[in-house]
């Protein structure tokens, strides 16, 4: 089966820029991830989708993230604005159901913001 | 709240000496712990979970709840197993998230 797709795979913005990224689970997956993984430290869970619902965003900095997933099949990561603390590696992953660790990630985007 | 400790942030071993990844956690109930890979240029991926009690690639990892560990162990390390290794917990609960360690880089000498 086809993996995780995310888009882009690296982005360089200026501080106070917007900027969004894509994902696209594997089909059939309900249940889509988004984690921000910062140099040197572990993946950070960001909002967690069940289908088209939010599940958990209770760490997702709402005043400047966004994130949908219509149709609940792609999803989209905003920021906006952009600051120097979001450089990091946004992460996109997929599972089958409720079975949260059986997550099948995607290759990252990482973001410079300057 | 709910955490999880790696003690090394890099590991060196000889190919062929045994290896062990330290992993600690914070949580007072039943927790699922797992660990997570990341060779090079690949995509984070499932090593293996307590609950299987299963060895993959070699590595096998005993829930300690006493000492809140969850160690990864190899007996005879092979090139092929360096990479990144993340420890994660979660509380079990459908739909509950996965909290990883900040991971640790090992590396195999040939």
């Known amino acids: 089966e086809a993996g995780v797709a995310q888009s882009p795979r690296y982005k360089i913005i200026e501080k106070r820029q917007s900027v969004a990224f894509w994902c696209n689970p594997i089909?059939?997956?309900?249940?889509l991830y988004w984690y921000q993984q910062i140099l040197g430290q572990g993946p950070k869970l960001l909002i967690q989708?069940?289908?088209?619902?939010?599940?958990?965003d209770s760490q997702l900095p709402k005043d400047r993230f966004s994130a949908e997933r219509l149709k609940g099949v792609d999803s989209t990561l905003k920021i906006q604005p952009a600051k120097l603390e979001d450089s990091a590696v946004y992460l996109c992953?997929?599972?089958?159901?409720?079975?949260?660790?059986?997550?099948?990630f995607g290759p990252g985007t990482r973001l410079t913001v300057t | 709240a709910q955490r999880v400790t790696q003690p090394e942030k890099l590991l060196s071993v000889f190919k062929g000496a045994p290896v062990e990844l330290k992993c600690n956690y914070s949580y007072s109930g039943s927790p699922e712990l797992f660990w997570y890979v990341q060779y090079s240029r690949q995509r984070l991926q499932l090593l293996l979970r307590h609950i299987s009690r299963e060895s993959i690639k070699g590595f096998t990892a005993d829930l300690n709840k006493g000492e809140t560990s969850f160690h990864l162990k190899k007996p005879f390390a092979q090139e092929e197993d360096s990479a990144m290794y993340y420890c994660?917990?979660?509380?079990?609960?459908?739909?509950?998230?996965?909290?990883f360690g900040p991971g640790t880089s090992l590396s195999v000498i040939p």
């Open positions: 994660a917990l979660t509380r079990g609960a459908s739909y509950d998230k996965v909290i």
């Open positions: 089909s059939g997956h309900a249940t």
């Open positions: 992953a997929s599972s089958r159901g409720q079975a949260s660790y059986e997550q099948y």
């Open positions: 989708f069940q289908n088209n619902g939010v599940v958990d």
